[in-house]
């Protein structure tokens, strides 16, 4: 499981896939979000818009990524 540190109180699901490195582009982001390939704490997740905050886990692709508080 990775750690990513997110420095605001929530991160947008999209906006965390990019600053994850899990996806290149907004719009890679976008098409794995709508192609129902993002787990958010487990559960499929098809909101780009969902917030994320620290304690929450993302997973795409077998990797998993833990919101971290700075």
């Known amino acids: ?12 699901l999209d906006a ?3 600053f994850a490195g ?12 709508e192609d129902e390939e993002v787990l958010v704490n487990g559960e499929v997740c ?8 620290p304690g929450d886990t993302v997973e795409l692709d077998g990797v ?4 971290a508080g700075a």
Request: glycine share 8%; hydrophobic share 40%; charged share 35%.
């Open 1 to 12: 499981m990775e750690r990513i540190e997110i420095s605001t109180e929530f991160i947008k």
């Open 22 to 33: 899990a996806c290149e582009t907004g719009g890679e982001a976008k098409l794995a979000i």
């Open 64 to 67: 998993t990524y833990e919101v």
């Open 16 to 18: 965390f896939l990019k």
């Open 46 to 53: 098809t909101m780009r818009g969902k917030k994320l905050r």
